[in-house]
């Protein structure tokens, strides 16, 4: 009995350790000023719409939630959480993926035009909006939330400064 339990002693150990080592989040291998910087040119001119959406189990996608300072937010009661878009210029989305949503909003670069049909409580209607650049406060934003879960840190001074500064 005693024999058997030293032999099982290290296969839990193991077991153990990995599971926390599971458990732990993974850090960015990048300085905090490295991911800074590299998030700011990833997003310098690119276009957002300012949806967060969520993929149905069986397919689709709904509005999760909608950014105030987004082009989507600014168009009063056009997009709330719950709809579910069902279209998007001409593209299908009823049974999209959140991928294929995005990559529907990336074709659209060239104009940033948007049509894009919502069924809400059982009803459909057409919203026109349009993509626009991500704001600095939007982008100042992702940075602070990529800091904080990748680097645990925060950043010394706010990112908005430090680029002003740099620029300089």
Avoid: W
């Avoid at 991928?99 to 459909?124: M, N, P, S």
């Amino acid at each position: 009995m005693i024999s058997r339990i030293v032999r099982t002693l290290p296969v839990v150990l193991v077991l153990v350790s990995l599971a926390v080592q599971a458990e732990e989040p993974k850090k960015c291998s990048a300085s905090a000023h490295e991911c800074e910087q590299e998030i700011r040119r990833m997003l310098a001119g690119r276009r957002y719409l300012g949806l967060q959406v969520v993929e149905l189990p069986h397919g689709g996608i709904i509005v999760k939630s909608v950014n105030d300072d987004g082009p989507a937010g600014r168009i009063k009661d056009e997009f709330m959480a719950g709809d579910r878009i069902i279209g998007v210029n001409g593209r299908d989305m009823t049974l999209a993926t959140a991928k294929e949503f995005k990559q529907t909003l990336a074709d659209a670069k060239e104009t940033g035009v948007l049509f894009i049909i919502i069924q809400r409580r059982g009803a459909y209607r057409k919203v026109n909006t349009k993509l626009e650049a991500y704001p600095r406060a939007q982008i100042d934003k992702i940075i602070e939330q990529h800091l904080l879960k990748n680097h645990s840190v925060t950043p010394t001074q706010p990112p908005a400064q430090a680029t002003a500064s740099n620029q300089k």
